[in-house]
């Protein structure tokens, strides 16, 4: 069972459509926890840290629940330009520690 | 803003070759983080270092090493290359102050391995 673990997805959804993504990590002692967005072939660029009282940037909403150790991402309004892999990305049992992320949801907008 | 930078961002080689990649991590930032990436995969933590020592480890090859330089930046050197070493190599940098740190990543460094 892998670490983080996320919906495979792929999601294809209408352009204004709203969509949300789940994760799961195993480790309670983790600390820290990141959304980044991947497009094909380039590098995982940071959309967006989450915060246990969730945390909101824009069409974006992130929630963490530490009990359940569960991660959501949720975007509204969803944008051709959306359309990217988007990776949960856990961290945090000290300084400088590793990042371990799921394996990423396929997310396609269609017009 | 400055990124952070990776070099070479193509690199192609042959088995049993050795390879050198580069990364300079942003200004001020005194953490790299080295990843890699296959096709169709998330990318998976090799190692990484603060202050120019190494801080964690991952799933590193022993043909692989690694090491930080006093300027900061960073160099993966990878020996007795196999084909399944193709894959992008991502570097990250962050700035440690006490907590967990955001990471950010570097380009790339696509190696292919034939």
């Known amino acids: 069972r892998k670490e983080v673990e996320q919906d495979p997805g792929p999601f294809n959804v209408p352009e204004g459509a709203t969509v949300a993504f789940n994760c799961t990590y195993s480790?309670?002692?983790?600390?820290?926890f990141f959304w980044y967005r991947q497009d094909c072939r380039k590098e995982p660029k940071l959309l967006m840290s989450?915060?246990?009282s969730g945390n909101e940037d824009g069409r974006f909403t992130a929630q963490l629940n530490r009990a359940s150790q569960y991660i959501s991402l949720l975007i509204r309004d969803s944008k051709l330009s959306d359309s990217a892999t988007y990776l949960c990305?856990?961290?945090?049992?000290?300084?400088?520690?590793?990042?371990?992320f799921g394996s990423g949801t396929r997310l396609s907008i269609r017009p | 803003a400055a990124g952070v930078i990776q070099s070479p961002r193509h690199l192609i080689k042959e088995k049993r070759e050795t390879a050198t990649l580069k990364c300079y991590p942003i200004?001020?930032?005194?953490?790299v983080y080295w990843y890699q990436q296959g096709p169709g995969q998330d990318p998976q933590f090799l190692i990484s270092?603060?202050?120019?020592?190494?801080?964690d480890k991952g799933s590193i090859p022993d043909r692989f090493s690694a090491q930080q330089f006093s300027d900061y930046h960073s160099e993966l050197n990878m020996s007795s290359l196999e084909l399944g070493d193709s894959a992008l190599y991502f570097c990250?940098?962050?700035?440690?102050?006490?907590?967990?740190?955001?990471?950010?990543f570097g380009p790339g460094t696509r190696l292919l391995v034939l």
């Open positions: 990250a940098s962050s700035r440690t102050s006490g907590r967990t740190e955001t990471q950010y």
């Open positions: 200004p001020r930032h005194d953490t």
């Open positions: 990305a856990v961290n945090g049992y000290s300084s400088a520690s590793k990042i371990i």
């Open positions: 480790n309670s002692a983790s600390q820290s």
């Open positions: 270092f603060y202050e120019k020592m190494q801080s």
């Open positions: 989450v915060y246990s």
